[in-house]
């Protein structure tokens, strides 16, 4: 508690320094904490027999200077009126800083220092607070002291430690300069190594020390003005210009030094020698680059200017460049990609490596702001990175995939081509086991490798800066290459390697996924196409932060690439078609030009070198331009030859024609000298010095050649060749050794697949990321997923149904199910139909339900397999969720619905639910779920089994205990295996694919009604195994369910549906569940969607006469159901059914079960629907209708519907009555004569109809029969009926009824027609009324004469017919009443006259030549004489009375029926 009082106490001191009103307490307290700390750093010293001793023995010496200034001090504390820290820090100081102090005066000096830097005394407000923080650090820094004990000097070293820190985490740090800071780091440094040789603690406190020192340092970064002079809370006024310092101040890895020559403490080795001997037996020569140079002043004025600075950028670049010198240091000792080995100490390098990441960490991406820092990432860091990365220690690895994920994070834009080469070269390369990593490089890097997988814009920026970038390389491509491959265990186990490799691969997908979810990219993207010539190499964008502008011109580079890639294997092949094919393809002019050639060779990987070289080098005049275009597309700006010609030689295979290697490299030295000119006096000393070096080259790595060339043979060789002077000696001998250290390769290395990192290659790659395009950043969209996605999704679902296969965990199962689901949902989103389908069929073969069964309890072992009930949930998830873009994919999850239902899995009801739910959801108690209607089904057949071969039936079996022979009950272990796969089958809601299937994409829709027709199977004619045929009915099932779903898109399913029931209904013989559901299924489809489909009735109504093809034993069993649906679609459709051909098949159903006893009932009900009401009988079905009704009335068995169906005709005539006064009323004249003579056809069919019935055996049918015949003929009065037509009539109907009836009189036995002698009479009444209703219009016709002679005849024949062998006295008196009426009518109207003209009398003539043979008195009795014809007019009158009722009796009969 007193210590904060005291604080609180400072802190009033702070605020107000100046104020003589500062409480008194508060400066007491500070005063007797510094009296204290006086004391204590006394007593220590007067211990000391040095100190201690002078002072006792009362000499007349005054008291050594250190003992009197504290002593001063301590006069002072009391009664001060300013508080300057420099007063009261001084005399602790001079302790620090005096030689003569030993260990543990010292340690007590410096406590008290760390005491007062830690109490927060001091802060920006403190007055001379800078000179304070100079002070401390400058002794600090220098602290001397005399050596008693090692443990002691350790102290003393921590203590420095601590007080180095606490001042730059202090407040008042900020007043510290930038050599003040870099000389805090040096001394941090210098104790890191000097801890070598002490103890661990030290050695661990000095690197903590070193750490928390870069971190505090560089986490002011983001708070630097972009003056790189200062910090934004620093006091200095001097504000230089990025621009300018760039230039201005060069330092180099050197001013870590205070610059006070004589102040190192303990002759402690400078910064340089300390970076040397930590790598114990470096050569002295590395020292040279780490020097440490001292600040006298000799060097450029603005870099003392800008160290003098309060801290910032500059000494921030000064630190980060001395990092990355401590990792240049190690690389001298030749750490290569084979050289180094585990021995050499990675202490250094890790050290340094974490520094490094530590300084990214915190400066982050404050970094990219300060050209200076971010070149030394650029181009030094990175450079080292690349060579840690092929370090065979784990360790060093690990840090430097944990560096470059850092700068990915914060500096990607700025590191474009460093990140690929990172992974081109390292990651690449390590971790696959061709290229002789260890396993431990192998695994640090795929974990590396994984950790970038799983930054969500990693893959897609990969994909669009270097995939879609012709000068790079595939570098997404190779890596889910990479990945997909690194999971596949090949002849081996599953191993973490394995699985790292596939959560690479999931953090991909998922990644794609989730974009999905941030919104797809709506415009379909068209796909790309050149129409004309652009230079490939010149296509540029103009706005890389706009998707609608990066995301075309991405896709369209990716294009050019991959056909660049084609016709490199064209040119491969054939050199000139190659060039053919890139005219072709618009990516060569059609008239080529010597650049787009060079460009194209320069530009495209996987040439052939040796063709490019021969091309190069020929002496062709185009080959010469292009050679010399080729030349220029290289940048040797600032570049020392040797770099230069091994880049160019990189690109082909120089020739070995010495003409040929001439004029390449006579190309080589123009372009060159032109960029670099330096030291060469003409392009010609450039092409002497080439030619050289290609020589030295060949001399000094050819086994053949014996006699190496030396030093002094090569310079002495190159004597005057710049333009007839020397080059300097230090310039050709670099060159010299340069060359012998490392071969210049004149042949392509073969089998390389991921390059090494050369010195060369580096320094090229730094030249283009000067000029290469834009960082793309992706944002959170799929813009460029589905082309991604396209490249991977193969190798991706290989690789997890592998992984999935080899895996024996919950958890990996989880993760590749992740996986899949991921994969199916981008499929789905950006609409790769045939990778989904993959994907479906990989999963079937998981969920085991394929296989052919084995074993002995197929539904157990499914309980107790987790992975088969995984991937079996997962694909009906996928089927339920992805339905519309699964195509073939239908086939395989239909195998599996058919598998589950075998086993009897599925609910007895999920096909008919699957239809029912949707049409009847009104009902009560329709839709069920499944999951109720399966465990319903299931506890059911626990009691009962449905069949040996289902699950329940063998498990009931287990279950039940009366069986004959006892069973053992289920173990617990079985119960819970069942309840499993119960479970399982929920999950996976199999009746939703069917039930949801309106709502699927049409094609999908069709796949899906095709696979159940090929599922099913196809029927065949004999006996099939019972299992097949109940496949066959369930998927039939299914097809009608889906088909009743999508009522609305019935098109596109009918055919299907239409031929596979033609197909069970035509191969069948014999009744069956598989027909009886084919064909009332069809009744069922009919029934269902005759309302809805108008269009389509005629199709769906023709449908029904696969009905009449049934086979005739199939047709028996099935006649009754088959007509009670008939009727019941009749009844609830009879308004939709518009056209003949749809009636024709509804009446032809009707009509044959006229015949069939049980059925006929409900056939003639509905005959009776359509017919007893007038509104559904149409001119379109009557004939129809007539016909079926006639079939009724003649069907044997009961009389009394047929004459119901005699009733059902007559009265039809109605109808024809109201047809024509409606035509009349509505059409025009055309129309009305055409509907006109359709109703008198159908008038004429209806009569000839009833005519047949009217020859029925039974007596009471055929009577009813002929008077309906004579209603029909004699109520037509609101029928315009044209003569002709009766004529017809007459000779077809009337005439013939007649003559029939009297054959059937004389021919057949009474007992098979009872009462003949009845109907001739009634046939006989027909005959006359229907002749005198209609004698006024037929006496008109020309042949009149005819038809009456007919009459007469059959007058005749009837007065003279036997029934059973003797003559009817009824028609003996009936035949000449009938006739004398007849004849009275004619005479009245004046039809029977004798007329004296010629033609006229022949019909009286022939009259009577009849009618006496009938009745010769007749004539006498119709025209007696003259005077007593008055008498006959009554009589006549009396007839027409007669008639008359009748005729009103005969016309009315249809309308009161109606």
Not at 552 to 581: C, Q, S, T, W
Not at 1284 to 1310: M, R, Y
Not at 1376 to 1398: D, F, I, W, Y
Request: with cysteine.
């Amino acid at each position: 508690m007193g210590r904060l009082k005291l604080q609180s106490g400072i802190k009033a001191i702070e605020e107000e320094p100046e104020d003589s009103e500062t409480s008194p307490s508060s400066k007491a307290a500070l005063a007797c904490m510094i009296n204290s700390e006086i004391g204590a750093v006394l007593a220590v010293m007067r211990r000391n027999v040095r100190w201690g001793g002078r002072y006792i023995s009362g000499d007349d010496q005054l008291e050594h200077s250190l003992i009197q200034s504290l002593k001063a001090l301590r006069k002072q504390i009391f009664s001060w009126h300013t508080i300057n820290p420099a007063v009261y820090l001084q005399p602790f100081l001079d302790v620090v800083r005096s030689e003569e102090t030993g260990a543990p005066i010292t340690g007590v000096a410096l406590s008290s220092v760390y005491k007062i830097l830690t109490l927060d005394v001091l802060d920006l407000n403190t007055v001379n607070i800078e000179d304070a923080m100079h002070l401390v650090v400058d002794a600090v820094t220098s602290c001397r002291f005399e050596v008693t004990d090692p443990g002691s000097e350790e102290v003393v070293l921590m203590k420095i430690l601590q007080i180095l820190l606490a001042c730059m985490k202090s407040k008042a740090s900020i007043m510290l300069s930038n050599q003040h800071v870099c000389t805090v780091v040096n001394t941090c440094f210098r104790i890191v190594h000097q801890a070598g040789t002490k103890g661990e603690l030290l050695q661990r406190v000095a690197r903590h020390t070193m750490h928390e020192l870069v971190r505090c340092i560089f986490s002011h970064l983001k708070d630097v003005n972009s003056t790189e002079g200062s910090l934004v809370k620093g006091t200095s006024s001097i504000k230089h210009e990025i621009g300018g310092i760039d230039s201005d101040y060069n330092f180099g890895s050197k001013q870590l030094e205070n610059g006070n020559g004589s102040s190192e403490y303990d002759s402690q080795p400078s910064l340089a020698s300390l970076a040397s001997s930590a790598c114990s037996g470096l050569v002295t020569g590395v020292i040279d680059d780490i020097t440490v140079r001292s600040g006298n002043g000799k060097d450029s004025v603005p870099y003392d200017h800008l160290m003098t600075e309060p801290y910032g950028v500059p000494c921030m670049v000064e630190i980060f460049h001395f990092l990355c010198s401590l990792l240049n240091v190690v690389e001298h000792m030749g750490m290569g990609s084979r050289s180094n080995t585990i021995a050499f100490d990675e202490d250094v390098p890790l050290f340094a490596l974490g520094l490094i990441n530590s300084a990214i960490e915190l400066g982050g991406p404050s970094i990219g702001q300060h050209p200076r820092l971010l070149g030394l990432v650029q181009d030094e860091l990175f450079r080292n990175l690349m060579q840690f990365g092929l370090s065979v220690s784990p360790l060093i690895l690990s840090m430097v995939c944990s560096i470059v994920l850092n700068l990915y994070h914060h500096l990607r834009t700025e590191l474009k081509l460093q990140l690929e080469a990172f992974f081109s070269c390292v990651i690449l390369r390590l971790a696959q086991s061709r290229y002789e990593a260890s396993y431990q490089q192998q695994e640090v890097a795929m974990e590396a490798l994984v950790d970038f997988c799983r930054q969500k814009t990693f893959m897609v920026e990969m994909y669009a800066n270097v995939d879609c970038d012709i000068t790079c390389s595939n570098v997404f491509e190779d890596l889910a290459n990479l990945l997909s491959r690194s999971a596949f265990p090949v002849n081996c186990p599953l191993s973490s390697m394995h699985i790292l490799a596939l959560d690479g691969l999931i953090a991909v997908i998922q990644g794609m996924a989730e974009r999905i979810t941030n919104g797809l990219v709506t415009s379909e993207q068209a796909p790309v196409n050149l129409d004309e010539y652009t230079p490939f190499w010149m296509v540029k964008c103009d706005n890389y932060s706009d998707p609608d502008q990066w995301v075309p011109f991405v896709r369209r580079r990716k294009y050019i690439k991959r056909r660049l890639m084609i016709g490199a294997d064209h040119f491969n092949r054939d050199p000139k078609k190659g060039l053919e094919f890139l005219q072709g393809t618009h990516l060569l002019p059609e008239k080529l030009d010597p650049q787009s050639v060079a460009c194209f060779f320069r530009y495209t990987a996987g040439l052939d070198k040796n063709l490019v070289g021969d091309f190069l080098g020929n002496h062709d005049e185009f080959c010469v331009q292009v050679l010399h275009e080729f030349a220029g597309t290289f940048d040797f700006q600032d570049m020392n030859l040797d770099t230069a010609l091994r880049l160019f030689l990189e690109t082909f295979r120089l020739p070995g024609e010495s003409q040929k290697i001439q004029r390449v490299l006579e190309a080589f030295s123009e372009r060159y000298y032109e960029q670099s000119p330096q030291i060469l006096a003409n392009k010609d000393a450039a092409l002497l010095l080439s030619y050289s070096l290609i020589m030295l080259n060949t001399d000094q790595h050819n086994v053949q050649v014996k006699k190496k060339m030396t030093e002094e043979d090569f310079i002495r060789n190159n004597r005057h060749i710049n333009g007839g002077s020397d080059l300097p000696r230090e310039f050709l001998s670099e060159l010299y050794h340069s060359i012998c250290k490392n071969e210049i390769r004149t042949t392509p290395e073969h089998g390389a697949g991921f390059p090494e990192m050369t010195p060369s290659r580096w320094i090229d790659l730094m030249h283009k990321s000067k000029k290469t395009a834009s960082f793309i950043v992706s944002d959170s969209k799929a813009y460029l997923d589905h082309d991604m996605f396209a490249i991977m999704s193969g190798p991706t679902i290989a690789a997890i149904s592998v992984v999935f296969d080899h895996a024996e965990h919950e958890d990996v199962y989880q993760t590749c199910i992740d996986g899949f689901l991921a994969v199916a949902k981008i499929s789905a989103c950006h609409h790769l139909e045939d990778v989904l389908d993959d994907l479906v069929v990989s999963l079937c073969k998981f969920t085991t339900l394929l296989n052919p069964s084995s074993v002995e309890e197929p539904v157990l072992a499914f309980g107790d397999d987790t992975k088969a009930r995984m991937a079996t949930v997962t694909v009906f998830t996928i089927a339920n969720r992805y339905g519309d873009f699964i195509r073939t994919g239908w086939r395989n999850i239909l195998d599996c619905i058919l598998k589950l239902h075998k086993l009897g899995l599925l609910p007895a009801r999920v096909a008919s639910d699957a239809a029912d739910d949707s049409e009847l959801s009104s009902e009560p108690g329709h839709g069920k779920s499944l999951t109720n209607s399966l465990s319903a089904a299931h506890m059911q057949s626990i009691g009962t089994p449905r069949r040996s071969s289902g699950l329940m039936g063998r498990f009931s079996q287990l279950l039940s205990l009366d069986t004959e022979e006892p069973r053992s009950q289920p173990t617990e272990q079985q119960l819970a295996a069942h309840q499993r796969t119960l479970q399982t089958i929920q999950k996976c809601h199999i009746d939703s694919i069917f039930t949801e299937s309106k709502f699927l994409h049409a094609d999908s829709l069709l796949q899906l009604a095709r696979a159940l027709i090929w599922a099913a199977g196809r029927p065949q004619k004999g006996n099939s195994s019972p299992e097949d045929e109940d496949t066959a009915v369930f998927c039939l099932e299914l097809l009608i369910a889906i088909t009743l779903n999508n009522r609305d898109r019935i098109v596109l399913l009918w055919h299907g549906v239409y031929e596979h029931i033609s197909n069970i209904v035509q191969s069948t013989v014999m009744p069956c569940a598989l027909v009886e559901k084919a064909v009332f299924g069809l009744l069922r489809i009919c029934q269902r969607l005759l309302p809805y489909k108008e269009n389509l009735a005629d199709e769906l109504l023709r449908s029904l006469q696969l009905v009449l093809k049934l086979d005739a034993r199939v047709a028996d069993a099935y006649c009754e159901q088959i007509t009670q649906e008939v009727s019941r679609l009749v009844k609830a459709n009879a308004t939709h059914v518009r056209s003949p051909m749809g009636w024709r098949t509804i009446t032809s159903l009707l009509s044959i079960t006229a015949r069939h006893p049980e059925a006929s009932e409900a056939g003639f009900d509905a005959l009776l629907f359509i017919m007893s009401d007038g509104d559904h009988l149409l001119p379109a079905n009557y004939v129809l209708c007539i016909d079926a009704a006639r079939q009724f009335a003649e069907s044997r068995g009961q009389a009394d519907r047929s004459l119901r169906a005699l009733d059902l005709m007559a009265r039809s005539v109605t109808c024809l009555a109201q047809w024509a006064q409606d035509s009349k009323d509505a059409l025009g004249e055309v129309d009305a004569v055409k509907m006109s003579q359709d109703i008198g056809e159908m008038w004429l069919r209806l009569a000839q109809g009833l005519r047949k019935v009217c020859l029925d055996q039974r007596e009471e049918v055929r009577n009813h029969a002929l008077l309906s015949l004579q209603m029909c003929l004699t109520g037509v009065d609101g029928i315009r009926l044209p003569h002709g037509l009766w004529l017809q009539c007459f000779d077809l109907v009337i005439f013939t009824v007649l003559d029939d009836l009297l054959e059937i009189a004389q021919v057949h036995s009474q007992k098979d027609y009872r009462n003949m002698e009845g109907t001739l009479i009634l046939a006989l009444k027909l005959l006359s009324k229907v002749f005198l209703q209609l004698l006024h219009e037929l006496s008109q016709l020309t042949t009149f004469c005819k038809l009456w002679l007919g009459v007469l005849s059959r007058m005749e024949k009837y007065l003279k017919v036997k029934v059973r062998g003797k003559k009817s006295e009824k028609l003996q008196d009936l035949a000449p009443e009938l006739l004398k009426n007849t004849l009275l009518v004619m005479k009245n109207m004046g039809v029977l006259v004798q007329r004296s003209a010629l033609g006229g009398d022949s019909l009286w003539e022939l009259t009577w030549l009849h009618v006496n043979n009938i009745s010769p008195a007749l004539q006498s009795e119709v025209f007696p004489s003259q005077d007593s014809e008055q008498s006959l007019h009554p009589e006549a009158a009396r007839t027409e009375e007669n008639l008359a009722p009748n005729q009103v009796v005969a016309s009315e009969g249809p309308h009161s029926g109606g």
